[in-house]
């Protein structure tokens, strides 16, 4: 069994996901290493920010450093030299963006390659292929992701092709050591939305996710298409929520019943400035930080970010030392990992309701620096 | 008795110089963080170099973020979260740099602040005024750095200022647990290299160090400097050769006698992808490299960069991903450091001569893909 629900606390709940290199406990949050390098730090780095597993998107692997490449090397956690878990995201969402897609089809995506400016076809069956080679421990179908604000008829033509690929996804994954999960479609059309998580929900994944959200939706949108979404899954396997990084929203979906979250949001934040704290969000550009000798987070810290002080990340910004965008980067993950094992301690405790809402509540108090919902 | 030589060989030493807050080995290297943040690398990073003491320059960091700052939060140590040794440079290079110099007079240097655009002096009392106040380990001493180049006449006007402001020095230098360095100049003309010597080997400084060098001179004029101002210094303090940086120069200025050792030369070769091994210095954005699985250097490495393939530094420089000059910086540094250790190694042993006779040899055998000589 790959994944076990070790308590439940209302929809709430810790598993443990095990995988061929890795066992993690969820809920857990992943941060991206898109091409395999992390924006402005190491991976080392990355594992004393109480990081268990990450993300990296495999189509654009697939373009550089090449999934042949890697696979030769002997795979993704050699080549980056990372011990604990990997997921790779079959990059549909980034195929179907302006810059790559050239024509969609029910074969697949017709993309440009940005390097060799060559079209070049992309179907669920390559995805599969690429993602084996690059061979992380989790690889998610090939989906057709939805920009945000598209009518119901488009939607409902994204999820019978989201329905299909994923199909063909699970008739070639052949590794099954490498787990493969499905994601459910659907925006914000309810019905869509279920429709398409009972549609995934049959198909033999080892896991499920939820896509196309985080993409401009309000709150309540959002948090409605999680709970049907939840309602209309098999329920013993894990959920991950692709793209929700902000932490009141992962609090609240942690509250919903998802296990795992990705997103650049804490570290493309962060590398403006806004920096999260017990009390809010803060933008550490501000003049006055200078002069704020305390640290950037009493509560939450790791080994990188402990001791530093407001005054001294200010000024690295304030003279544009790089090095602040990194400082800002591991603090911002690693307050979401410490905000998760907040949220296990809860869960454990059977009183996550009562936790998040003072967690929000101190969250959001203070007036705020700086607006991170979405 | 700040400085205490625990072995030679030839003119090389191993020495321990016992700082207020720290008690270091000799020979040893100082990365650089000018304005108290490192390029693109953590102070926890450097701390993995085995790096023991940095430098910092007093006169940046009195601009911004402001000395008085920096005292009034508990002096740089505590300002960088830093547990071993810090120098401050005066920043005399700095000031006299057209980007700041508006007028250089025997009183001190009227410079243009380029935050607030203001004229201000600049005296060697400010100097040791202002690094008093930052706290570093070590400061050093406001001197008159001429350009390479300069005619003979300018430069004996700049050993006399030397002289001059080097007194001055000494006589505004109240807290005694702070170790104030003297600076040597005369350009490569030997007889001036020794006036100077002389000169401020005269007077009760802590240390002493060789100035206006590595900017352009070649290598017989350097390493004849280096000899002439040795000849004459008191041997029982400290030698301390501001701005050497590459490999092959620190070895052979080991050899001549220098204790201490700073430079932007291997983080700035880094960050344009020249990687110190020990067959020589490589590009490792050549396209060569994304096939080569071998690590970037698998005698000299630290935490942060063993396991690290050329593959994946010359990938992360491909995609323009900036952990790659982190990466790069963090080995640069720990190949110096990792060097100086064997240069230890063999002067405990006796064996300096024949040690760096090998070590260059196998430096510089393999054809060269990159001249790091200046």
Same mark, same amino acid.
């Given at each position: 069994m790959t994944f076990k629900i070790k308590h439940t606390d209302g929809n709430a709940r810790i598993g443990e996901l095990k995988l061929r290199?890795?066992? &993690?406990?969820?809920? *857990? *949050?992943?941060? %991206?290493?898109?091409?395999t390098g992390f924006k402005y730090m190491t991976t080392k780095q990355i594992e004393q920010t109480n990081?268990?597993?990450? %993300? +990296?998107?495999? *189509? &654009? @692997?697939s373009l550089k450093p090449g999934d $042949? &490449?890697? #696979?030769?090397? =002997?795979? %993704? #956690?050699k080549y980056m030299n990372w011990h604990g878990g990997i997921f790779t995201d079959s990059g549909g969402f980034q195929i179907l963006s302006e810059y790559f897609v050239n024509e969609l089809t029910d074969e697949g995506v017709v993309f440009t390659d940005p390097y060799t400016k060559a079209?070049?076809?992309?179907?669920?069956e390559d995805s599969m292929k690429v993602q084996q080679r690059i061979g992380a421990d989790v690889i998610m179908a090939l989906d057709d992701v939805p920009h945000y604000g598209k009518d119901r008829e488009y939607i409902q033509g994204t999820v019978k092709r989201t329905y299909e690929w994923a199909q063909r996804c699970i008739n070639s994954h052949k590794d099954k050591s490498q787990k493969l999960f499905g994601i459910v479609q659907g925006g914000t059309f309810l019905d869509l939305r279920a429709e398409s998580a009972k549609q995934i929900g049959s198909l033999p994944f080892d896991g499920f996710a939820l896509g196309g959200l985080a993409l401009g939706e309000n709150d309540s949108e959002q948090f409605s298409s999680v709970k049907v979404t939840v309602d209309n899954l098999p329920r013993d396997k894990? &959920?991950?929520?692709? =793209? $929700? =990084? +902000?932490?009141? #929203? @992962? @609090?609240?979906?942690v509250g919903l019943g998802v296990d795992i979250f990705d997103s650049i949001f804490p570290t493309e934040n962060a590398r403006h400035g806004t920096i999260f704290t017990r009390d809010g969000p803060i933008k550490i550009t501000k003049n006055k930080y200078l002069n704020d000798f305390s640290s950037i987070d009493s509560e939450y810290f790791c080994d990188e970010t402990k001791n530093i002080s407001k005054s001294y990340l200010c000024h690295l910004f304030d003279v544009d030392e790089k090095v602040g965008l990194t400082i800002a980067s591991l603090h911002n993950i690693c307050f979401i990992q410490c905000m998760l094992d907040d949220c296990k301690k809860a869960i454990r405790e059977n009183r996550f309701d009562s936790f998040k809402d003072e967690w929000l509540l101190r969250y959001g108090t203070t007036k705020r620096e700086v607006k991170t919902k979405k």
């Open positions: 290199k890795a066992t &993690l406990e969820t809920p *857990f *949050f992943m941060p %991206i290493a898109t091409k990081t268990k597993c990450f %993300i +990296s998107n495999a *189509f &654009l @692997i $042949l &490449l890697v #696979h030769d090397f =002997g795979e %993704i #956690h079209k070049q076809m992309f179907t669920p894990p &959920l991950y929520f692709m =793209g $929700l =990084g +902000s932490p009141e #929203h @992962i @609090i609240e979906c």
